[in-house]
Nanobody
């Protein structure tokens, strides 16, 4: 029932920018902590950023100052603005919803989008 749909990935040159979007359905957006994770080849999936419904944010040290997470609760959408992109940012980026309370038949826990590829290369 839960669906997270990412968009905005693609190929960009080093120093460029991309904006990822993730729209959630099947959950109460106001009781979910939304986040972005990424996984590069040969590496573990890692947290990039999270945002609560009230707008409190958390970032991995590797992206702090370059990436900005935000959410529009009226649109059930979370964004990741990525600036000053580096080749090491290349990864599949996944949208995550940490549902805090079971509701609408949706069990409390983590839900994931299908991922969107971000490639930073010249």
């Amino acid at each position: 029932q839960v669906q997270l749909v990412e968009s905005g990935g693609g190929l960009v040159q080093p120093g460029g920018s991309l904006r990822l979007s993730c729209t959630a359905s099947g959950i109460r957006f106001d009781i979910a902590i939304m986040g972005w994770y990424r996984q590069a080849p040969g590496k573990q999936r890692e947290l990039v950023a999270t945002a609560t419904s009230a707008g409190r944010t958390n970032y991995a040290d590797s992206v702090k100052g370059r990436f900005t997470i935000s959410r529009d609760n009226t649109k059930n959408t979370v964004y990741l603005q990525m600036d000053s992109l580096k080749p090491e940012d290349t990864a599949v980026y996944y949208c995550n919803a940490n549902v805090l309370i079971t509701h609408w038949g949706t069990r409390r826990g983590d839900y994931w989008g299908q991922g969107t590829q971000v490639t930073v290369s010249s």
